[in-house]
C-alpha cells in the first residue's frame, strides 16, 4: 500500500462514547478538504463524507480539523489519501464501522470520488450458546 510521505501526522484526539452500548451513526461533511497533486503540485479540492458507528471512542471535531488541514501541503492521489485517512481515524477511535466519500472537484475533465470502508471484526460466537 503506497503511503503518503507525511512528515508528521497530527493527533486525532477523541472523547468517550457517552452510548457504548448502541449502535448510532455519527456523520461529519468536510467541504474544504485541500491536498496537492502529485503530478503537477497544483491544489485538489474535495469534500470528505465520514460517518461512522462509534465503539468506545468518538472523534473530537476540532482536531480532525486540524488533521484534515494539515493536508493541504501534502501530495497525493485520490485513491491513497482517502485510504491513509481512513487508516488514521480508524486507529484513533476503533469505530464499530466506518465509511469516506471523498468527492474530488474536476481535474482534466474528470471528477472523482473515492469510497473506502472499515468493518469492525465481530467477536465469533461461541459453541453450543
Known sequence: MQKTNR????QIET???PFPGRDYTIEMECPEFTCLCPKTGQPDFAT???SYIPEKLCIELKSLKLYLVSYRNEGGFHENLTNVILDD??????PREM????DFNVRGGIR???TVEH???KPAKKKGK
Open 15 to 17: 472523547f468517550p462514547n
Open 119 to 121: 468493518l469492525a471484526k
Open 89 to 94: 481515524l480508524v486507529a484513533a477511535c476503533r
Open 99 to 102: 465509511k469516506i466519500v471523498g
Open 48 to 50: 470528505l463524507y465520514i
Open 7 to 10: 512528515k508528521q501526522v497530527l
Open 112 to 114: 472523482t470520488t473515492v
